[in-house]
């Protein structure tokens, strides 16, 4: 079986690493995996494992990336096409309409705002990747058999507590060993997205909170706000921009915590991530993130922008290593039970032989 991955891009992101974990998943299965994207890190990264890799300008026009993706459809003679984001399955239905390839296409986030995303009706399978965007699609119109849940799966190798690694970070920011470290992993649009502005406002307003460091992974058109904010409230020292990194679980290896404190997530891939890491996490019960975290047993789920609630919540983990090592021990138990990526490999593969036939 041959497929063809569809992404805009192949920078650091949860649809972007979805992308590279099934590419890599699908390969060590003896499936011939080729991916299609606007180039980004992660795209080197797939070459190196040996993944074919073609340059195709998704958000250009969707015309256009069509054509490209037919070549490609043709030269490697593709049974699916899988396609991420909007933007990318409409390219591929367009393509659909002229040869008639199967596609499937995952909703890493909500969809249907146009007549244009609307065409992605005509997509075979859609896959949702938690129930709050499966409820959302039908509310939109979209069939019920059409569409199935499937759940981010994390490489639960790949992912895995090292102890040689938790103290590297620390090192090299010259953070000390016992001071309350927390990462926020998130792409910066803006400051308010994924909730960078809210953990500048914990830092700066509760006193409690003024011996902690944030580590910030990830980049964007914010992030100069970002810095220009840190500066401005003096925050230089505890605030530490890291851009974006591939191997982001060296990271969360010496943190304590993960916090996302977005506006909105279909899912959080990073909170899965985290607890793969062992590490709690502490995130706005918005959107998907409900169906990720068992609250306060995993992680803990707090009311959008409440944040009193989210620095009473950081400060139960700052003050207690048990907590937060329990927490952390069992949001491994809970990722390898319910988010292991051998299980979302198995449930794509059955939807691409189903819609191949």
């Not at 709050?132 to 199935?148: D, I």
């Not at 591939?246 to 404190?261: E, K, N, R, Y």
Request: charged share 20%; with cysteine.
């Amino acid at each position: 079986m041959n497929i063809l991955m569809v992404v805009p891009r192949l920078n650091i992101g949860g649809a972007e690493s979805y992308v590279a974990t099934i590419a890599m998943a699908l390969q060590r299965l003896g499936i011939t995996v080729i991916v299609a994207s606007g180039g980004g890190m992660l795209a080197d990264s797939l070459k190196k494992q040996g993944i074919r890799h073609y340059h195709v300008p998704i958000r250009f026009s969707s015309t256009f990336a069509a054509w490209l993706l037919e070549k490609i459809v043709r030269r490697h003679q593709i049974d699916v096409i899988h396609a991420n984001s909007a933007a990318a399955g409409v390219a591929a239905v367009k393509l659909k309409q002229r040869i008639n390839v199967p596609v499937v296409y995952t909703a890493h986030g909500v969809f249907g705002h146009n007549a244009e995303e609307m065409t992605l009706n005509q997509c075979d399978k859609i896959i949702c990747v938690s129930e709050y965007v499966r409820h959302y699609a039908l509310q939109k119109g979209f069939g019920e058999n059409q569409l199935v849940t499937v759940y981010n799966g994390i490489d639960l190798h790949k992912f895995k507590l090292h102890a040689n690694k938790a103290t590297e970070i620390r090192e090299q920011l010259d953070i000390p060993e016992n001071a309350f470290t927390v990462a926020i992993v998130a792409r910066i649009k803006n400051l308010r997205n994924k909730g960078h502005a809210d953990m500048l406002h914990i830092l700066e307003r509760y006193g409690g909170a003024q011996d902690w460091h944030v580590l910030v992974i990830g980049k964007g058109n914010g992030l100069w706000k970002l810095k220009y904010r840190i500066w401005k409230q003096k925050l230089g020292q505890r605030v530490h921009c890291l851009g974006h990194r591939v191997h982001v679980q060296d990271i969360l290896a010496g943190v304590d915590a993960t916090v996302l404190p977005s506006n909105f997530e279909t899912f959080g891939l990073v909170l899965l991530e985290s607890m793969a890491m062992e590490k709690p996490v502490v995130t706005y019960a918005v959107g998907g993130t409900p169906e990720a975290v068992d609250h306060e047993r995993t992680g803990f789920l707090v009311e959008k922008h409440n944040l009193d609630d989210l620095y009473q919540r950081l400060s139960m983990l700052a003050d207690d290593k048990e907590l937060r090592l329990s927490m952390g021990r069992q949001g491994r138990q809970w990722v390898e039970s319910h988010f292991d990526s051998n299980d979302m490999i198995k449930k794509l593969v059955d939807i691409y032989q189903d819609v191949k036939k």
